[in-house]
C-alpha cells in the first residue's frame, strides 16, 4: 500500500522590538541571566500587564502579508501549565479568538492554508550545566512571540523547508523579525500523520520539536514519515505524542504524549481588555507593507531579464536585493552583475558567514570592479582576486589595483618577450601545436599567465601567440 503525508507546521518567531510585550524590560539578547526582569514578567502577585502597542503593529503586519482577516475583539487567555521556567505558572497567550485567523501562503505555486497568528508571550529559559545543577535566566520570560499555525495542507518534508524558507524570507522583507534561529527568534514545531493514498480521514498524528535549522526539520519529517509507515506496516499504531529530534543521532524519540487543549485549563486573562485592532489603524499598518519577495521577483524576472532562478536568488534576502538593484544603478548589466553575486560574492559571504549588509562591500565597490573589467584594465580573473580584497579592506578596487600592481599588461612588446619565454621553455608543446594538435594553444596561453601573474590580456595573448606559432 501506498502512503501520503500530512503535515501541518506551528511556528514561532519572536517580534522585534526594544521591549517585552507585557511590561518595560528590555529585549536585549546575550546580557547578564535575570538582568532584565521586573515584577511584572517575573509574575509577582498584585501586577498588572500592559499590551505593547508596538507588538500588536508587528504581527498585524504579518498577518495582512499573509493574507489573514483580523479579528475584530480577540482576546487573550491564560495558559496553565506549571515548569521552572515559568515563575507564573501560567503564559498568557491566545486561544479561541485569535489576532488573525484564514490566510495563505503560496509555496512553490501550491496554496498552503493559514489557519491562525496569535500573540504570545515567551517562558524563561533553563540551562543545565555539567555539574548537574540548573539554572534559570528569566531574561526571555515576557519576550513578544507570534505564532502561525498552518493549516495540514504540506505533502512533503522539502514542501515544509520551502514554506519554512518562504515565510523567513517575508518576516526579513517585513522587518518584524531578526529571524535568528541560533538566538531562537524562529523556533519551529511539525505535526505529521500519514494515511494510505486516497484516504481522506486523518491518520493519528506526532508532534516533532527541536529542529533547530530548516534543513533539520526537513530531515525530521523525513525520518519521522518512515518511521510512522514502517510502524503501521508491521501491524502497530500511531501513538498520538510529542518526539523530540536527535539531531546528532537523526532520529526522533518520544518525550511526552500529547497534551490536549483542556489540559491546560484556558481561560480569559482578567487583567487584559480584549484587544480591538481598528480599521483605520490596520490601513496605516498596510501602507507600511513594502514590496514583497515574491512580487520582487517577478519583478527581477520582467525589469531586468532575469533567469527565475537568478531572480529567487537575489530576492531570497531584502538586503542583496538591494545591494543588486544598487549595483544596477551605477553599472547597467543585470545578468552580469547578478552572476557575480551569484557565484563571488555569495560564495565569499558563505564562507565569512555574514549578510551582505554586514560586508564592507558596497554596490560602487562592484560596479566600479565591473567597469575595469570591461575597459580591459583587469582580467576577470583578477576581479576574482580584487573582491576578497573589498571584502577585507573595503578599499575601492582602482585603490587594490594600484597597490597590488595589478593592472593588465595589454603592451603587446610586453607580451611578446613573455611569449618568446614560454616558446624556449616548451619545445615540445610548440611542435605539437605546429604538427596540428591545436588544444595546445590554451597550455601555452596558460604559461603566459602564469608568467605574468595572471595579468596579460587573454586576447591579446591569445592573437600574438597564434601569430608567433
Ligand atoms: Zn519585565
Given at each position: 500500500?501506498?502512503?501520503?503525508?500530512?503535515?501541518?507546521?506551528?511556528?514561532?518567531?519572536?517580534?522585534?522590538?526594544?521591549?517585552?510585550?507585557?511590561?518595560?524590560?528590555?529585549?536585549?539578547?546575550?546580557?547578564?541571566?535575570?538582568?532584565?526582569?521586573?515584577?511584572?514578567?517575573?509574575?509577582?502577585?498584585?501586577?498588572?500587564?500592559?499590551?505593547?502597542?508596538?507588538?500588536?503593529?508587528?504581527?498585524?503586519?504579518?498577518?495582512?502579508?499573509?493574507?489573514?482577516?483580523?479579528?475584530?475583539?480577540?482576546?487573550?487567555?491564560?495558559?496553565?501549565?506549571?515548569?521552572?521556567?515559568?515563575?507564573?505558572?501560567?503564559?498568557?497567550?491566545?486561544?479561541?479568538?485569535?489576532?488573525?485567523?484564514?490566510?495563505?501562503?503560496?509555496?512553490?505555486?501550491?496554496?498552503?492554508?493559514?489557519?491562525?497568528?496569535?500573540?504570545?508571550?515567551?517562558?524563561?529559559?533553563?540551562?543545565?550545566?555539567?555539574?548537574?545543577?540548573?539554572?534559570?535566566?528569566?531574561?526571555?520570560?515576557?519576550?513578544?512571540?507570534?505564532?502561525?499555525?498552518?493549516?495540514?495542507?504540506?505533502?512533503?518534508?522539502?514542501?515544509?523547508?520551502?514554506?519554512?524558507?518562504?515565510?523567513?524570507?517575508?518576516?526579513?522583507?517585513?522587518?518584524?523579525?531578526?529571524?535568528?534561529?541560533?538566538?531562537?527568534?524562529?523556533?519551529?514545531?511539525?505535526?505529521?500523520?500519514?494515511?494510505?493514498?486516497?484516504?481522506?480521514?486523518?491518520?493519528?498524528?506526532?508532534?516533532?520539536?527541536?529542529?533547530?535549522?530548516?534543513?533539520?526539520?526537513?530531515?525530521?519529517?523525513?525520518?519521522?514519515?518512515?518511521?510512522?509507515?514502517?510502524?503501521?506496516?508491521?501491524?502497530?499504531?500511531?501513538?498520538?505524542?510529542?518526539?523530540?529530534?536527535?539531531?546528532?543521532?537523526?532520529?526522533?524519540?518520544?518525550?511526552?504524549?500529547?497534551?490536549?487543549?483542556?489540559?491546560?485549563?484556558?481561560?480569559?486573562?482578567?487583567?487584559?481588555?480584549?484587544?480591538?485592532?481598528?480599521?483605520?489603524?490596520?490601513?496605516?499598518?498596510?501602507?507600511?507593507?513594502?514590496?514583497?519577495?515574491?512580487?520582487?521577483?517577478?519583478?527581477?524576472?520582467?525589469?531586468?531579464?532575469?533567469p527565475?532562478?537568478d531572480?529567487?536568488?537575489?530576492?531570497?534576502?531584502?538586503?542583496?536585493?538591494?545591494?543588486?538593484?544598487?549595483?544596477?544603478?551605477?553599472y547597467?548589466k543585470?545578468k552580469m552583475v547578478s552572476n557575480w553575486i551569484m557565484t563571488e560574492v555569495l560564495g565569499y559571504?558563505?564562507e565569512?558567514?555574514?549578510?551582505?549588509?554586514?560586508?564592507?562591500?558596497?554596490?560602487?565597490?562592484l560596479?566600479e570592479m565591473l567597469e575595469l573589467i570591461d575597459s580591459g584594465t583587469i582580467s576577470g580573473k583578477i576581479g576574482k582576486e580584487v573582491l576578497p580584497e573589498i571584502f577585507k579592506?573595503?578599499?575601492?578596487p582602482a585603490e587594490i589595483i594600484q597597490e597590488k600592481g595589478l593592472v593588465q599588461i595589454t603592451d603587446g612588446d610586453e607580451i611578446v618577450k613573455v611569449i618568446e619565454q614560454v616558446i624556449t621553455e616548451n619545445p615540445k608543446a610548440v611542435e605539437e601545436y605546429k604538427t596540428g594538435k591545436k588544444e595546445t594553444l590554451g597550455f601555452l596561453v596558460g604559461q603566459v599567465m602564469k608568467l605574468t601573474k595572471g595579468k596579460a590580456n587573454p586576447q591579446i595573448t591569445n592573437k600574438l601567440l597564434q601569430e608567433r606559432l
Open positions: 500500500m501506498d502512503y501520503e503525508a500530512v503535515i501541518g507546521l506551528e511556528t514561532h518567531v519572536q517580534l522585534k522590538t526594544n521591549s517585552k510585550i507585557f511590561c518595560g524590560c528590555s529585549t536585549n539578547f546575550g546580557v547578564s541571566p535575570n538582568s532584565q526582569t521586573c515584577p511584572v514578567c517575573l509574575g509577582f502577585p498584585g501586577v498588572l500587564p500592559v499590551l505593547n502597542k508596538k507588538v500588536v503593529e508587528l504581527a498585524v503586519k504579518l498577518t495582512l502579508a499573509l493574507n489573514c482577516r483580523i479579528t475584530p475583539n480577540c482576546k487573550f487567555h491564560r495558559k496553565n501549565y506549571f515548569y521552572p521556567d515559568l515563575p507564573k505558572a501560567y503564559q498568557i497567550s491566545q486561544y479561541d479568538e485569535p489576532l488573525a485567523i484564514d490566510g495563505y501562503l503560496d509555496v512553490e505555486a501550491v496554496k498552503i492554508g493559514i489557519t491562525r497568528v496569535h500573540l504570545e508571550e515567551d517562558a524563561g529559559k533553563l540551562i543545565h550545566t555539567q555539574e548537574g545543577d540548573s539554572l534559570v535566566d528569566y531574561n526571555r520570560c515576557g519576550m513578544p512571540l507570534i505564532e502561525i499555525v498552518t493549516e495540514p495542507d504540506l505533502k512533503t518534508p522539502h514542501q515544509a523547508y520551502e514554506y519554512l524558507t518562504d515565510l523567513k524570507s517575508i518576516l526579513e522583507y517585513l522587518e518584524v523579525s531578526d529571524c535568528n534561529m541560533e538566538e531562537g527568534s524562529l523556533r519551529c514545531d511539525a505535526n505529521v500523520s500519514i494515511r494510505p493514498v486516497g484516504q481522506v480521514e486523518l491518520g493519528t498524528k506526532t508532534e516533532v520539536k527541536n529542529m533547530n535549522s530548516f534543513k533539520a526539520v526537513e530531515r525530521a519529517l523525513s525520518y519521522e514519515i518512515e518511521r510512522q509507515i514502517k510502524v503501521v506496516q508491521q501491524g502497530g499504531q500511531i501513538n498520538q505524542e510529542t518526539r523530540l529530534w536527535d539531531e546528532k543521532k537523526e532520529i526522533t524519540i518520544p518525550m511526552r504524549s500529547k497534551e490536549e487543549a483542556h489540559d491546560y485549563r484556558y481561560f480569559p486573562e482578567p487583567d487584559l481588555v480584549p484587544l480591538e485592532v481598528s480599521q483605520e489603524w490596520t490601513e496605516e499598518i498596510k501602507t507600511g507593507i513594502p514590496e514583497l519577495p515574491q512580487a520582487k521577483r517577478q519583478r527581477f524576472i520582467e525589469g531586468y531579464e532575469l527565475s532562478y531572480a529567487e536568488v537575489l530576492t531570497a534576502n531584502k538586503s542583496l536585493a538591494n545591494f543588486f538593484e544598487n549595483t544596477t544603478k551605477f547597467p543585470p559571504l558563505a565569512a558567514n555574514l549578510d551582505i549588509s554586514q560586508s564592507k562591500l558596497t554596490p560602487t565597490h560596479a579592506t573595503g578599499k575601492s
